[in-house]
């Protein structure tokens, strides 16, 4: 049930990183005057990629930053916002916002939270979206957001038709909440009548506002929420008030200024004891405190999830420091004794409600923080370790050919030498494993992101879907790993919120309601395919149409299935009705296309209406790991791709079959195969010549099958692809080159090409 | 004193004519000396046999495994048409980097380093030969020998030479 999520924090943190860095670049190169539209889409998709990814892992306060930028990027890229100087130097400085969370989730630094507010706010003036609240001042985003579910209150009510009682906490100082509530005044002015039932008398204090009119309790929560501290809000309709109004007040006498919820105050009053979280300490710390068994013990244990979590220092820190002002009033409140007989009353109902947050925050501990070390990794250039696997393969070479040389010297009087040569083999060999090791990848370790992935979005879209997996140890190169997890991610995404239905909708259908996703990974004709499946609705042709021609895109009713869905992957295209949080952007299949394209693959697309789609990506196998078996012709050694073969055979006389006058076929059982002499093929001199003296290997390559006829079977390896093309060109019926233990180069076979052959026009037995 | 010296005494072909001169690699082929641009050179081995590749012209011999770069070889006696064709111990194999490719020349031996000045080469004149006169930059002389100036990156990225995809593609 529980996926640990952490060890996928690191390559998140990697490619956030990544991907700030790119939009930097692009932003900095990026002309003012006439932006590029490739350039805007390309940081448009770094924004989204970020948002995307911190979305997945929980990293709430970076989602939400990026989601601003995004929605500001999203109408420059589509030309309703005009590019300006002061955009970009807010885009850059939401950048380096980023890159602080990012640094502070790292655990090396410190989360500002004034600063993400004051960006989110400069983008949203930027934007000049309506839609966002009109409450320009204060900083409002609470500083780590992952707690600020823990924070929402009870009294979330119905709407009601008579008003509300708002209760809030205002942040900053004097200046910004003067300014702060003018806004809020004006915005709730528009909506209804409003009157200070209850101003505060210093800052931090709670105020109280009576608000009369039709707008509804979390309308009003989101207004607030830009002036007031997020956990401090309380909106209650007018007749519940009094039911609340003694305890949300009582409350907020206790606690003191920041009426965070206990978790964060926990940080700030725990902060200066040793990190070692001691049951003891904990309470040692309430000792001084004038009335000690007042404070109440539920508090203290559902504050406990936060802070008897082995924390890492660094995030009592990161949390505790950019609140500095704040503590000061929580460590006030401690002292305050007239709050204190509120406590006992005031402070049961909050942590009861508290409750299911906080055992949540259990179940994922942590998430915000990475401990720095324990996962450590260096990023290395591909081209430093492609040259150390081939130093390395050369070390193995000499060390074959000292052993070589080794054979004739006497082992009785050499016997130390032979002693040493047996152990640099065996070193030479480890060496190896572990060099190789670095590149080579199960798919498994993409594959294992996307649980949780679906998990979450289909939970967040209301669908029910099961996740299949197969082909998961398929291997493939690190370079491939890191770079198709984006993609992949994108098309899962998209198969979930376009493909899937909703399960009443599945259920209309006659379907299962639970809908299946499919991954799966596997090796063909020299390829990597990993194909994404489900079994949704199908992609509707006629809608891909009209939205194409909306769009200006040359199309015509002829097209083909394929040339119609490949238009989805064109930039920002998007059959979806509306925007939601997954998707319907139009971003991500365009990244699809690019990301995989640039890694030399292809995506293809096969959808039956009703039934399901498919997408299948290819992408080449440079330096892919292949079993392969190794066959003799020859003097040469060749490499039959495993997965082609199906058995091999002596030929006994009686299965060989001629067709006019040449023996041509073999007859495998009740089945008549042709057979592919490849001696014939290559031209290979010394080869047996006779059937009935080699081994005939049956193949199966895209559904047929025939017989390679070659000398003897040498063995099974694992074998690195190398290129036959980087410095040659390509041959027919060979699909790259390997090198052998020894050193040599051995060709890996095409076995498409070749079983292909065996249909058309043998090179006229020569 | 000692500055002004110093570069006429490490190239003194250069500084003593005052002409613009060119380091080659010279080597063999059966009676014939040949020069190519040293800078094209990347190293120089000795002979192993390499992997044949099926349907190959006959002069490429096949590839070899550089250090986990796979490599193809050019038998240039047979191209050219000069020489025993004979793998010996001393058949020295010139590995060339061109045009971001890496490919590997067999010889006869690999007489020196020489340097050239451009009035050192002479045009060569059309000829019949083996090797398309396009290939060759000029006739150069060094005393009693006569070095065949090659243009090695072209006569190797040729269509002729079969190395390349749109050269194969274009000469069939």
């Given at each position: 049930m529980s996926i640990d999520m952490s060890q996928f924090y690191q390559v998140f943190f990697e490619e956030t990183a990544e991907h700030l860095a790119t939009m930097e670049n692009l932003l900095l190169t990026l002309d003012i005057a006439a932006p590029d539209a490739e350039q805007l889409n390309a940081i448009f998709r770094a924004a989204h990629s970020i948002k995307g990814s911190a979305g997945t892992f929980g990293f709430t306060d970076l989602a939400e930053v990026t989601h601003i930028l995004e929605n500001l990027l999203d109408g420059v890229r589509k030309g309703e916002l005009a590019l300006r100087e002061d955009m970009i130097d807010a885009f850059l400085d939401a950048g380096d916002v980023l890159k602080g969370m990012l640094a502070a989730h790292r655990g090396e630094g410190e989360t500002d939270a004034a600063q993400a507010a004051a960006i989110c706010q400069r983008l949203r003036q930027l934007t000049g979206d309506d839609a966002a609240p009109p409450a320009p001042a204060a900083a409002s985003v609470p500083p780590v957001p992952r707690r600020a579910p823990a924070a929402t209150p009870p009294s979330v009510a119905a709407p009601d038709e008579s008003g509300h009682d708002l209760f809030f906490v205002l942040d900053g100082d004097a200046a910004t909440t003067a300014a702060a509530l003018d806004n809020l005044n004006a915005a709730l002015a528009a909506l209804g009548r409003t009157s200070v039932v209850a101003a505060a008398a210093a800052p931090g204090q709670p105020w109280h506002l009576r608000f009369r009119g039709a707008t509804d309790a979390e309308t009003l929560r989101g207004m607030l929420e830009f002036v007031a501290r997020n956990d401090s809000i309380r909106v209650v309709p007018l007749g519940q008030a009094t039911a609340f109004e003694d305890a949300p007040d009582g409350a907020y006498g206790f606690f003191g200024t920041p009426p965070a919820p206990a978790e964060e105050e926990a940080y700030g009053f725990f902060e200066p004891l040793p990190a070692s979280p001691a049951e003891e300490e904990a309470y040692g710390f309430f000792?001084?405190?004038?009335?000690?068994?007042?404070?109440?013990a539920p508090v203290v244990q559902e504050e406990a999830y936060g802070f008897f979590e082995p924390l890492p220092p660094v995030e009592a820190a990161a949390a505790s420091a950019p609140n500095a002002d704040a503590q000061d009033g929580a460590y006030g409140f401690f002292v305050e004794p007239q709050s204190l007989p509120a406590v006992a009353s005031a402070a049961p109902p909050p942590p009861a409600a508290e409750k299911p947050p906080a055992a949540k925050e259990v179940m994922r501990p942590v998430p915000t923080v990475v401990k720095p070390g324990t996962d450590a990794s260096i990023r290395v250039g591909v081209d430093k370790v492609d040259q150390l696997i081939n130093l390395v393969g050369e070390l193995v070479i000499t060390q074959a050919m000292l052993a070589q040389s080794a054979t004739q010297i006497d082992p009785v009087e050499f016997e130390r030498l032979h002693n040493g040569l047996i152990q640099l083999e065996r070193n030479t060999r480890d060496l190896q494993e572990a060099v190789m090791s670095i590149r080579m990848m199960p798919i498994s370790v993409v594959f294992s992101r996307f649980p949780r992935v679906v998990r979450d979005i289909s939970q967040k879209l209301g669908k029910q879907v099961e996740l299949q997996l197969s082909g998961e140890n398929t291997e493939l190169d690190k370079g491939l790993i890191e770079r198709i997890a984006d993609p992949l991610t994108h098309l899962v995404r998209n198969s979930l919120d376009h493909g899937i239905e909703a399960p009443e909708e599945r259920a209309a259908k006659g379907k299962q309601p639970v809908g299946t996703i499919t991954l799966k990974a596997y090796h063909q004709s020299g390829n990597i395919v990993i194909e994404v499946g489900?079994?949704?609705?199908?992609?509707?042709r006629q809608k891909i149409l009209a939205k194409a021609r909306e769009r200006g895109l040359n199309v015509y009713d002829q097209m083909t299935d394929q040339e119609v869905f490949a238009l989805i992957f064109e930039a920002g295209f998007s059959t979806a009705d509306q925007i939601t949080e997954v998707s319907g952007r139009g971003v991500g299949m365009d990244v699809v296309k690019k990301n995989i394209a640039a890694m030399g693959g292809r995506v293809e697309i096969d959808s039956m209406p009703g039934i399901g789609t498919r997408m299948t990506v290819r992408l080449p196998l440079t330096l892919a790991i292949l079993d392969g078996m190794s066959v003799a012709v020859g003097a040469e050694t060749y490499i039959i791709p495993l997965g082609y073969v199906i058995e091999s055979l002596q030929a006994e006389r009686g299965m060989i079959k001629s067709v006019s006058g040449v023996e041509r076929l073999i007859q495998v059982r009740d089945e008549y195969l042709p057979v592919v002499p490849l001696h014939e093929i290559f031209r290979v001199p010394g080869a047996v010549a006779s059937f009935a003296d080699g081994i005939m290997i049956i193949l199966e390559a895209d559904g047929v099958k025939a017989a390679l006829f070659v000398d003897a079977m040498v063995g099974q390896h694992q074998v690195v692809i190398k290129s036959l093309e980087s410095n040659y060109r390509k041959v027919s019926g060979v699909s790259g080159a390997t090198i052998m233990g020894d050193g040599r180069v051995a060709l890996i076979l095409d076995v498409s090409t070749l079983v292909g052959m065996a249909r058309h026009a043998l090179p006229a037995a020569a | 004193m000692a500055q002004d010296f110093a570069p006429q005494s490490s190239r003194p072909a250069a500084g003593d004519e005052g002409g613009h001169a060119q380091e080659y690699l010279t080597f063999t082929l059966g009676p014939e000396e040949y020069a190519i641009d040293?800078?094209?050179?990347?190293e120089i081995r000795g002979y192993e046999p390499p992997t044949t590749i099926a349907n190959?012209?006959?002069?490429?011999?096949g590839v070899i495994n550089l250090r986990g770069i796979i490599v193809p070889i050019v038998d240039l006696r047979i191209k050219f048409g000069v020489g025993k064709i004979e793998y010996t111990p001393f058949t020295v194999v010139i590995i060339l980097s061109i045009g971001g490719r890496v490919v590997g020349i067999v010889v006869d031996g690999v007489s020196d380093v020489t340097s050239l000045r451009a009035e050192q080469i002479r045009p060569a004149p059309e000829f019949a030969s083996s090797?398309?006169?396009?290939?060759?930059?000029g006739l150069g002389t060094l005393g009693e020998r006569m070095l065949i100036v090659v243009d090695i990156e072209r006569l190797m990225l040729s269509a002729e030479m079969a190395l390349v995809d749109e050269a194969a593609e274009a000469a069939a």
């Open positions: 000792a001084p405190l004038p009335d000690a068994s007042a404070v109440p489900d079994d949704g609705a199908g992609l509707n | 040293i800078l094209k050179v990347q190959a012209p006959a002069f490429i011999k090797v398309d006169t396009r290939y060759i930059n």
